[in-house]
């Protein structure tokens, strides 16, 4: 990050504030709300004695986990603390603390009696974090040099993002890639040009449309980005449940796979389907058949004709109606008539402010200043049409007159 030309710097990936003081100092601070797959922690100043020392500690967009506390320091949330890595140590920032940490590990199976966590070892002094940002400032370079040099290799990949460690000796450099890579001289060439220990994680493109983050077409977060935090296999299946169109462009996120959103109703519209009977024909009554035309799942309502194919007269009937009338049909039996029914009313407009008008704000004054015009034209018309007529009408008479007198 470049600090000359501001002196604060919002971090999101991170969920940080970074700034410097008049004297020079390197200030960083949690910015709750500000990253990705943030826990809102609704248990504020609850302690149990069971999870006092653990803490959930976040790193590069979603990338977080449970640590221990084995410093002996007094830790909170907001904290940027050193931590136990695979090589060497990672700086990370304190989110949660106390009970919700528990639920957190419960969401994610996790035992506390069985799995090894990794340790806090300290708080991070200015030294740190000051190593910490440099280490920072280099990712995007070596994610734009990787790409390059992956490109001149002839590989069949996507790297979509490189997170370095917070001792600055380590990075993780996050990949798509459709089949398996060989990675043997791609290390080599990496090592070379950056001097640091190279670790590949690859990803799927749900995970980095999470990692990248943005806005979808419902206008809030990605749900991948905001807190899912394991992708389960969305099938078209889902869309096919819930009489949504199979359209690619309707159904794909922006990662260009099936939306996540669509599992979410899928077991509301199968409770609901399993209640709706199938039919393989029309319903016989005395005055015809009727067609099912369309049925509304979640109102469980199905809608009939006795055109087959139009939708100009639909009759609504319920679904344990239908059953019944099936059943009555099964035993010879038909209904008088579908058309006693009510026809469904159609929702009238309201606007979003109430029922005022939706043209109460429209400027009215030119209208009426052209109608006014208009109407003084037509007055002013009319009352020369008249004049003309009566001129007219006088000249005739007059020369009735003068001929009378003639005669």
């Given amino acids: 990050m ?43 100043g609850v302690r149990q004695e069971q999870f006092k020392n653990y803490f959930e500690v976040r790193f590069k967009n979603t990338r977080k986990g449970i640590y221990i506390n084995a410093s002996g320091q007094s830790i909170k949330t907001g904290d940027l603390v050193i931590v136990e890595a695979a090589n060497g140590h990672d700086l990370g920032i304190v989110t949660l603390e106390g009970p919700i940490v528990a639920r957190q590990m419960a969401c994610r199976k996790i035992d506390i009696t069985s799995a090894e966590f990794k340790k ?18 280099r990712e995007h370079e070596t994610m734009i040099r990787a790409r390059q040099i992956a490109a001149e290799l002839n590989l069949e990949m996507k790297i979509g993002d490189v997170e370095f460690q917070g001792d600055g000796t380590k990075a993780i450099f996050y990949y798509i890639a459709d089949g398996r890579v060989d990675f043997r001289q791609l290390i080599k060439v990496f090592a070379e040009e950056f001097r640091i220990r190279i670790e590949m994680k690859q990803i799927g493109a749900r995970q980095e449309a999470g990692l990248i983050g943005g806005l979808g ?81 979640l109102r469980e309502m199905m809608y ?69 015009q208009n109407q003084r034209k037509n007055r002013n018309n009319q009352n020369r049409n008249t004049a003309k007529g009566g001129n007219r009408r006088n000249g005739r008479r007059e020369g009735q007159n003068t001929g009378g007198e003639d005669a």
């Fill in 120 to 137: 806090i070892y300290r708080k991070a002094k200015m030294f740190d974090i000051e190593k910490w940002q440099e280490a920072i400032a």
């Fill in 2 to 44: 470049d600090f000359d030309n501001e002196t604060r710097q919002f971090d999101c990936s991170r969920g940080c504030v970074v700034e410097r003081t008049d004297e020079g100092e390197l200030n960083c601070t949690y910015r709750q709300g500000c990253c990705k797959q943030e826990v809102y922690n609704w248990l504020p």
């Fill in 304 to 372: 009939f004709s006795y055109e087959q194919g139009s939708f100009a007269n639909l009759y609504p009937l319920a679904a344990s109606e239908v059953k019944e009338v099936l059943a009555m049909n099964r035993n010879g039996e038909k209904p008088e008539s579908l058309k006693s029914e009510t026809e469904p009313s159609m929702p009238e407009f309201i606007s979003a402010v109430g029922d005022d008008s939706i043209t109460r704000f429209d400027d009215t004054r030119k209208k009426r200043r052209g109608s006014s």
């Fill in 217 to 297: 077409v419902c206008g809030r977060e990605l749900c991948c980005s905001n807190y899912i935090n394991s992708f389960q296999s969305i099938t078209t299946s889902a869309a096919r449940c819930q009489d949504l169109s199979l359209n690619p462009q309707k159904l794909a996120g922006q990662c260009g796979k099936l939306k996540c959103c669509l599992n979410y109703e899928t077991a509301t519209y199968m409770d609901a389907q399993s209640r709706i009977p199938k039919l393989n024909g029309p319903l016989e009554f005395q005055d015809g058949q009727a067609w099912l035309m369309k049925t509304d799942i």
